[in-house]
């Protein structure tokens, strides 16, 4: 067995380890050398240890315990001769490996409510609390307070879990309220992905985009790309809406919900799956 005294390492986290005994066991332990380190190590009742003995030890925490004596690798007879197989036949280079299947695929998602919020509540007053239209801001002059205008999309997105997001999109549409110039609204992501009886929670921002009203200024309608990550965060389950809101009054901006376009708010998600 080679000097060991020259190396000098940790035998933290060493698992088994082979050591020089000093000592033959007595009481239940001995004195050995694991490279370069003399420790103590515990031999239990079955096992005896003799001085300059090989040895086979685990280390579990700072305790070290000799499992078994080395002896020498015992003799194996040579087997008989046996017949050369032929030497192997060249078919030139392997076959390279398969190439991962990719999957794509689009999903469409119309959301399962559409509403506004407004004063500390959902407006119930311009049609259905779940398929209402959507504003954003405050129509001068008024009393009331800022509108929000959210859409949820429910658990379709989750449907393709694991997949990537390639694309997403959502369909908009103005309608008559406020003033006719194109404005654009301001684009939230939400963390719901149905309605809550509270005000939703608001996260990621992006401008919209510029929107007239339906039958006076074009576009009133168009696709709009929004931000990849968004239709990832659906997809992976962070978010689940979008909504339209500013700060201030302006701009006032009403969108199409479920029951004034059936196409409103929908979410088509473009993804990619390797296999």
């Given at each position: 067995?080679?000097?060991?005294?020259?190396?000098?390492?940790?035998?933290?986290?060493?698992?088994?380890?082979?050591?020089?005994?000093?000592?033959?066991?007595?009481?239940?332990?001995?004195?050995?050398?694991?490279a370069g380190i003399r420790v103590t190590v515990r031999v239990p009742p079955n096992l005896t240890v003799a001085a300059q003995q090989n040895l086979l030890i685990?280390?579990?925490?700072?305790?070290?315990?000799?499992?078994?004596?080395?002896?020498?690798?015992?003799?194996?007879?040579?087997?008989?001769?046996?017949?050369?197989p032929p030497p192997p036949v060249n078919r030139g280079d392997p076959a390279p490996a398969p190439k991962p299947v990719v999957t794509t695929g689009t999903l469409?998602?119309?959301?399962?409510?559409?509403?506004?919020?407004?004063?500390?509540?959902?407006?119930?007053?311009?049609?259905?609390?779940?398929?209402?239209?959507?504003?954003?801001?405050?129509?001068?002059?008024?009393?009331?307070?800022?509108?929000?205008?959210?859409?949820?999309?429910?658990?379709?997105?989750?449907?393709?879990?694991?997949?990537?997001?390639?694309?997403?999109?959502?369909?908009?549409?103005?309608?008559?309220?406020?003033?006719?110039?194109?404005?654009?609204?301001?684009l939230r992501l939400v963390s719901q992905s149905t309605r809550p009886s509270g005000s939703p929670t608001l996260t990621e921002t992006t401008s919209g985009p510029?929107?007239?009203?339906?039958?006076?200024?074009?576009?009133?309608?168009?696709?709009?790309?929004?931000?990849?990550?968004?239709?990832?965060?659906?997809?992976?389950?962070?978010?689940?809406?979008?909504?339209?809101?500013?700060?201030?009054?302006?701009?006032?901006?009403?969108?199409?919900?479920?029951?004034?376009?059936?196409?409103?708010?929908?979410?088509?998600?473009?993804?990619?799956?390797?296999?």
């Open positions: 067995m080679p000097d060991l005294a020259d190396v000098k390492v940790s035998l933290a986290g060493q698992g088994t380890l082979v050591a020089l005994a000093v000592t033959a066991s007595a009481s239940g332990a001995c004195l050995a050398d694991v685990l280390r579990r925490g700072s305790v070290y315990w000799a499992i078994a004596v080395l002896t020498a690798a015992p003799t194996v007879p040579t087997p008989p001769p046996v017949d050369e469409v998602c119309p959301p399962v409510a559409t509403s506004t919020w407004r004063d500390g509540k959902w407006r119930t007053d311009i049609g259905s609390s779940t398929s209402a239209d959507t504003y954003q801001g405050r129509y001068g002059g008024s009393g009331y307070g800022r509108n929000s205008g959210y859409a949820f999309y429910g658990s379709k997105p989750r449907s393709i879990s694991g997949a990537t997001v390639t694309k997403a999109t959502v369909k908009l549409r103005r309608l008559t309220s406020g003033d006719y110039a194109r404005r654009t609204p301001t510029a929107l007239g009203v339906r039958g006076q200024v074009s576009p009133s309608e168009t696709t709009f790309e929004l931000p990849t990550s968004w239709g990832q965060a659906m997809v992976d389950g962070s978010r689940g809406g979008l909504a339209i809101t500013v700060a201030s009054d302006d701009p006032y901006i009403r969108l199409a919900g479920r029951d004034s376009w059936s196409a409103a708010w929908t979410l088509t998600l473009y993804w990619r799956r390797s296999n």
